[in-house]
């Protein structure tokens, strides 16, 4: 299948007519930067002639510089652009990779060459994507494909796998994870040479873009592929195993970062069968991808899934801080704790974990999630960068210079969104997510009205009535989402397995910890202090709001407390109106949305308008199912009325 450019779809520019030379030092040559500035210029520029390392100069030409400069960090970059000479300086190749992109889209967005400067420096160190991608190409949780990594149980690179790099690098991802954290069948053979070859060849390619390749390995590989009979973490000759496996697979991949692991989790291999404690699977690990400069990135989404309904003392909000918490400073420098962005699972509304904030000798990186398995399955536009923002702005009001989670965290990953669509993630919108994530991580100052302008004018052009439906559904998307589906941060009332459209008690009866405990009187988990006592993870200050039904944010009430259909909110309405009103209006605004799109025919490329108009379709009758049987199931629970009359089923 053919691939979109997506935003790096370089538009000709209005001043197209004159001689454009790219001067850099020859051994810059071979870079991505250099690359990615002539082949950019060709197309912008299409009637001047590029020429590079020229002593030709005359006044028609516009010059473009691309230096090194040993100032400068290793990502960062300078740009100083006016209308006839341009200088760009990296850090290091990469710093000037990311300087070129920056400079290519400021130019894109101005429609021409301007005057302008620009220094960049990622705000976040580690700004990651983890695809599940299963090594027979499938995608768990994927919405938009099957795997472009994975093609007929080999790792393929190909034209698609240099878009890919170049698309990452626009945005700043430098670091990847190419398999599922379930590590499945065939992918299990990635810590062999079986896969060495194509690995090395793979983490070359991503190299070159600034990109850091991570696997994940099957914590029990010593039994799994090694044919032992344990995968103690303390036996010596487990030990032994990892050693001589990393330096193996270190020496053949030479840009190999290292591993995320997903143990004693849903059933995936752990210490903690042999008795050990999470802190001594990582450091094992850590150590054995030390001597090559490698890290472990080491999952905190650990809880008991097999959980009985009945018993309202276990708590999986809970798991994940009780499982680590004790383990706070036995951490090696070189393994990083990945906690998602809540304590459950990605629900669309979630406090944030606590750990965070709670945890400070140890290295954490924040997981969210742009596979929207629980926002709309791509089908629903769902633009989650305004509720990433939010997190990562979110005071967790721990004693710390800076109590931000953004300050806290040393890297961030999120599940990837992508497939081998045409459009990558299925949904042409479903990229802004992409996009977007990149650019927060990059740059935090940006506000989401510009992450969401940018992504517009790059993708779709500069026809301003496009750009403004676009940016508008953009933004009111989450919040509409939210609305039609899950109340006040209840969660889980999705059909189980898939994850897709309403079903309020899905998840009611079964093994998962996934209750909303919801009856004629009242709804809601309590995880006060008199309750599972969740609350108390969190920072004192917070602990005292959350904990209390008077206090707590409206937005998480459900999530924190059980109460009567009747109970007021901060907004004033009872519980029951809130719910009503909320699926009522985000019905509408999705209806909305569906009308801004289909005033955008004849003004974005066809095939881009349809998939939309599809997708826009579904949306609709989903969200009409969602407000219809939650307010169906609360009517018929409750049986309080509506206040203004609407129809009820
Ligand atoms: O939300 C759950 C998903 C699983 C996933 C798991 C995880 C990869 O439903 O499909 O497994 O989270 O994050 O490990």
């Known amino acids: 299948m053919g691939f979109s450019k997506l935003w790096l779809d370089y538009r000709k520019l209005a001043d197209s007519r004159r001689r454009v030379i790219i001067s850099c030092d020859r051994t810059l040559y071979d870079s991505a930067a250099f690359e990615e500035l002539k082949n950019a210029m060709t197309t912008m520029v299409p009637d001047a002639i590029v020429i590079w390392k020229s002593e030709v100069f005359d006044d028609d030409s516009y010059l473009i510089l691309l230096t090194l400069h040993p100032e400068l960090s290793h990502e960062e970059y300078d740009i100083a652009a006016s209308m006839d000479i341009t200088e760009i300086c990296g850090g290091s190749e990469t710093g000037l990779l990311y300087g070129v992109f920056a400079y290519l889209r400021q130019t894109a967005l101005a429609g021409g060459f301007c005057s ?91 190299g070159k873009y600034g990109i850091k390749l991570f696997i994940c390995p099957d914590f029990a590989a010593p039994k799994t592929i090694g044919g032992m009979d344990t995968a103690d973490p303390l036996n010596k000759e487990v030990v032994n195993w990892w ?76 798991a994940s801080y009780e499982n680590f918490i004790g383990l706070d400073g036995q951490f090696d420098d070189n393994v990083y704790l990945q906690a998602k962005n809540g304590p459950v699972d990605f629900q669309i509304r979630e406090p944030v974990h606590p750990l965070f904030g709670a945890m400070n000798n140890t290295n954490l990186i924040i997981e969210f999630q742009l596979a929207q398995e629980y926002t709309g399955q791509q089908k629903h536009v769902c633009w989650l960068i305004p509720m990433f923002r939010e997190i990562m702005e979110h005071h ?108 309020p008690w899905g998840y009611e009866f079964d093994r998962w910890g996934t209750y909303n405990r919801a009856d004629r009187d009242a709804v809601g988990v309590d995880r006060s202090a008199k309750g599972t006592g969740y609350s108390l993870q969190y920072a004192p200050s917070w602990a005292e709001i959350y904990g209390d039904t008077d206090k707590c944010p409206d937005e998480l009430l459900l999530f924190f407390h059980r109460v009567p259909y009747t109970h007021i909110l901060h907004s004033g309405k009872t519980v029951i109106q809130h719910i009503y009103d909320t699926h009522f209006e985000g019905y509408a605004k999705a209806e909305h949305f569906a009308e801004l799109w289909k005033s955008l025919e004849g003004r974005i490329d066809d095939s881009i308008y349809q998939n939309g108009c599809e997708r826009f379709a579904e949306q609709l009758r989903c969200a009409r199912e969602w407000r219809d049987i939650i307010n169906c199931f609360f009517h018929r629970l409750s049986g309080i009325d509506d206040e203004q009359g609407r129809v009820i089923y």
């Open 116 to 206: 302008f400067t620009a220094h960049g420096k990622p705000s976040q160190p580690l700004r990651m994507l983890n695809h599940w991608d299963e090594a027979d190409g499938d995608i768990e949780r994927g919405y938009s494909g099957q795997s472009f990594f994975f093609v007929n149980g080999d790792l393929e690179i190909n034209e698609r796998t240099l878009m890919y790099a170049r698309l990452m690098a626009s945005i700043g991802i430098n670091g990847v994870v190419i398999n599922n954290v379930n590590v499945r069948r065939r992918a299990k053979l990635l810590l062999t040479d079986e896969f060495s070859d194509r690995l090395a060849d793979l983490g070359e390619l991503f």
């Open 243 to 318: 050693e001589s496996t990393c330096a193996h697979l270190f020496e053949k991949v030479g840009n190999l970062g290292g591993f995320l692991v997903k143990a004693d989790s849903e059933g995936e291999p752990g210490p903690m069968a042999y008795g050990r404690t999470h802190a001594d699977g990582a450091n094992m690990l850590a150590r054995a991808v030390k001597p090559y400069g490698g890290i472990v990135i080491w999952r905190c989404f650990v809880y008991n899934c097999t959980q009985d309904w009945r018993d309202k003392n276990t708590d999986r909000a809970c």
């Open 396 to 503: 967790t009001r721990h004693d710390l210079p800076d109590d931000r989670v953004s300050r806290i965290v040393c890297g961030v990953a999120a599940v990837a969104n992508t497939g081998d669509s045409y459009c990558w993630t299925g949904s042409e919108l479903a990229a802004a997510n992409l996009y977007g994530y990149g650019r927060l991580l990059f740059d935090e100052k940006l506000s989401c009205t510009e992450i969401a302008e940018e992504w517009a004018e790059l993708t779709f052009g500069d026809d301003d009535k496009v750009i403004s439906a676009v940016k508008e559904i953009l933004l009111d998307s989450k919040q509409a989402y939210e609305d039609y589906t899950v109340p006040l941060g209840i969660g889980w009332m999705c059909h189980p397995n898939d994850h897709y459209g309403p079903s």
